[in-house]
Structures are given as C-alpha cells and as structure tokens.
C-alpha cells in the first residue's frame, strides 16, 4: 500500500512539474512584490508604533526609580524597564536588517 501511494505521488510529482504549464505553478512577480510591499508597510508601522511605546517605557522606568522613595524593588523594577525597553527598541531598528534579508531570499 505505502509503495503505491509512493507511485502514485511519483506520477503527480512529474504530471505537475512536466505537463502543466510553467505559469500556473510558479511564483508570479505580481505575489513578490506584494509580499515586498506587506513587508514595507508592516516595518514602518512597527517603527510609527515603537518610538512613543519605547518613550513612554523609558519615562516610566525614569519614573519609577525617581519615586521609589528608597524602595529596592521599585528600583530593580525601573532598571529593568529601562534596559528591556531600550533592548526591544534596539531590536526593533534591526527589524530593517532582518526584512531586507527575507525580502532578498525571496526576490
């Protein structure tokens, strides 16, 4: 039974690869550079979103330690606000190097 479904998978295989024309199984530049475009749109508006999100993050951890009246927690909460938002924010300008990477893999 396996050995016939492995034929059978053969033939589809080939039938695809060989009878059908070209254009209807290969990735037309239409669907790239829609892809390119979702990908251009979807960096600048993580980059819109991030900036005030990471400032407002940063002013809080400020805040926080500023506040804390002496409070250990309340320090070690507000450094570590602080350092997780500026490493997410890092990471999110490097989003650029990523997409282009992707986007170069793909066209």
């Known amino acids: 039974m396996k050995f ?8 589809l295989f080939f039938f695809f690869l060989f ?3 070209s254009s209807s199984y290969c ?3 239409k669907l790239i550079s829609t892809l390119n475009n979702a990908f251009t749109k979807i960096e600048g508006w993580i980059i819109n979103i991030s ?7 940063i002013g809080s951890g400020l805040l926080m330690k500023k506040f804390s009246f002496g409070d250990e927690e309340k320090i070690r909460t507000g450094k570590r606000l602080i350092s ?4 997410s924010y890092a990471f999110i300008l490097c989003l650029d190097l990523i ?9």
């Open 4 to 11: 016939k479904n492995i034929i059978f998978f053969f033939y």
């Open 19 to 21: 009878l059908i024309p």
């Open 27 to 29: 990735a037309y530049p």
């Open 51 to 57: 900036t005030p999100v990471a400032a407002v993050a």
């Open 84 to 87: 997780g938002s500026i490493f």
């Open 99 to 107: 997409l282009s990477t992707i986007n170069a893999l793909l066209g």
